[in-house]
């Protein structure tokens, strides 16, 4: 039987809604039966949230992303705190890190709350999605100085070396692989497919970003995630049964849910 967990999703998106309901419903369809919808900031965190409260197979992250912190003030970040220590639903503290593609926001305003997020991670024993892009040192060494080894969490839409896989590895850190592992220019992320354990990977779609070939550039939806671990499997050399299987019970254990 074909058991999926999307753990990266951004059903709140407002790409969806105009079919939000129907796009959830058909998920089943496709073997899909858990997600983590991620917060990307303050609102999304919160539609995130009364998303995974409505669907008992739903789950949410909670967190504000690189580029939104104009969002956090006293009012904001006091909400994020209790909700983070209160809600059963959020199983982890996301979407958060370093991004130095854009520059919405200064490196020191992203580090010191990427710092404060872990934080809080640590305070409600809650693991954290992190999303790091053109900041890989940056984004390791803040890791290390809060001690995200003992947190957990994973590392989503993986983009870095072999290297810096074997940083992340001794924090036992999972790795999150999407559509992006398609792609025809994909080679450095191949090679860190090729090289990370299967115990600490785990599917995402990140959709409605970032389709699977043949899709690519199309609405992204869980329901395509068969194809990323087609290609896993493909250059892993195992089946797509087994890949699926230990992403399974993978995210389970990232997110610290029963499977039963
Ligand atoms: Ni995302």
């Not at 058909?26 to 995130?48: E, H, N, Q, Y």
């Not at 220590?85 to 305003?109: F, S």
């Not at 999605?129 to 390791?140: L, Q």
């Not at 409605?208 to 070939?213: C, F, K």
Request: hydrophobic share 40%; with cysteine.
């Amino acid at each position: 039987m074909i058991r999926i967990f999307d753990t990266h999703v951004h059903y709140d998106d407002a790409a969806f809604d105009s079919d939000r309901e129907e796009v959830l419903a058909s998920l089943k369809d496709s073997g899909v039966l858990r997600v983590t919808d991620i917060g990307a900031g303050i609102a999304s965190s919160k539609t995130a949230l009364e998303l995974s409260r409505r669907y008992p197979w739903m789950y949410c992250a909670l967190g504000v992303i690189p580029g939104q912190c104009s969002e956090l003030n006293d009012e904001t970040w006091e909400w994020l705190q209790a909700a983070a220590a209160r809600e059963d639903k959020c199983v982890a503290i996301g979407e958060i890190g370093l991004d130095y593609h854009w520059d919405d926001d200064p490196a020191d305003v992203q580090k010191e709350w990427f710092s404060r997020q872990l934080r809080l991670a640590a305070e409600v024993s809650k693991p954290v999605v992190i999303h790091s892009r053109e900041a890989a040192r940056d984004t390791i060494d803040i890791m290390k100085a809060e001690h995200a080894g003992d947190i957990g969490g994973v590392m989503h839409c993986y983009s870095y070396t072999k290297e810096t896989a074997r940083e992340l590895l001794e924090m036992d850190f999972f790795f999150g692989i999407g559509g992006v592992v398609t792609f025809k220019n994909a080679r450095k992320l191949v090679e860190a497919v090729e090289y990370i354990p299967l115990s600490n990977l785990v599917l995402e779609t990140d959709c409605p970003y970032l389709a699977p070939v043949p899709h690519r550039g199309e609405r992204n939806t869980s329901a395509y995630l068969g194809l990323v671990a087609d290609r896993i499997a493909e250059i892993r050399k195992i089946s797509t049964e087994e890949v699926l299987e230990a992403a399974w019970h993978n995210a389970h254990r990232l997110y610290k849910i029963a499977e039963t």
